[in-house]
T-cell receptor, first 114, second 119 residues
Framework: DVKVTQSSRYLVKRTGEKVFLECVQD?????MFWYRQDPGLGLRLIYFSYDVKMKEKGDIPEGYSVSREKKERFSLILESASTNQTSMYLC?????????????FGDGTRLSIL | AQKVTQAQTEISVVEKEDVTLDCVYETRDTTYYLFWYKQPPSGELVFLIRRNSFDEQNEISGRYSWNFQKSTSSFNFTITASQVVDSAVYFCALSGPSLYTGANSKLTFGKGITLSVRP
């Protein structure tokens, strides 16, 4: 079974802090994704990566950056956290560059910015 | 631009009722994929089905069935004889191309439908 592990289930940070959300997958997947989920808005793609050190902006990249130094790990960085970044963050991974395999999701990190 | 519309936001049914969750999509691509995911209260999204744009056959898996109609750009999901364990948020999603690879690796999600099944 594919396992996508997010480092924290719940996280509380303060405005202005630099925040790191970590995600690890164990299936050697090429693609990794970061979404945020907000009530009434569904899932919105922040960034995704299709290879090590490669990244592509999603629909809402402002205020975020990402890092993928190793294939299994994809980090989301909030450079200077703000209260409007309080949300549920979901990491996902999928196999192949051109295969349309389903994305597999982690349990999510519920982040609160105070 | 890609778009997925799930017009129903919340549905409440009594156990054993049938329920249909609607999904309408917009895309300019000729090749695309549609997905349904389930998010139970525990939070993890669970993949249910994938359908490609060239395969309009309906699919049935146990109590679940899916109706893909390209002519109306719809991919509806029906649960027959619903059960309390079906209570969850259900998302429809549409694949879209990566700007860099051209591959259909990204998904655009609808806003989700919250289904409550009462005993």
């Amino acid at each position: 079974d594919v396992k996508v592990t997010q480092s924290s289930r719940y996280l509380v940070k303060r405005t202005g802090e630099k925040v790191f959300l970590e995600c690890v997958q164990d299936m050697d997947h090429e693609n990794m994704f970061w979404y945020r989920q907000d009530p009434g808005l569904g899932l919105r793609l922040i960034y995704f990566s299709y290879d090590v050190k490669m990244k592509e902006k999603g629909d809402i990249p402002e205020g975020y950056s990402v890092s993928r130094e190793k294939k299994e790990r994809f980090s989301l960085i909030l450079e200077s956290a703000s209260t409007n970044q309080t949300s549920m963050y979901l990491c996902a991974s999928s196999f192949g560059v051109d295969s349309n395999q389903p994305q597999h999701f982690g349990d999510g990190t519920r982040l609160s910015i105070l | 631009a890609q778009k997925v519309t799930q017009a129903q936001t919340e549905i409440s049914v009594v156990e054993k009722e049938d329920v249909t969750l609607d999904c309408v999509y917009e895309t300019r691509d000729t090749t695309y994929y549609l997905f349904w995911y389930k998010q139970p209260p525990s939070g993890e999204l669970v993949f249910l089905i994938r359908r490609n744009s060239f395969d309009e056959q309906n699919e049935i898996s146990g109590r679940y069935s899916w109706n893909f109609q390209k002519s109306t750009s719809s991919f509806n999901f029906t649960i027959t004889a619903s059960q309390v364990v079906d209570s969850a948020v259900y998302f429809c999603a549409l694949s879209g191309p990566s700007l860099y690879t051209g591959a259909n690796s990204k998904l655009t999600f609808g806003k989700g439908i919250t289904l409550s099944v009462r005993p």
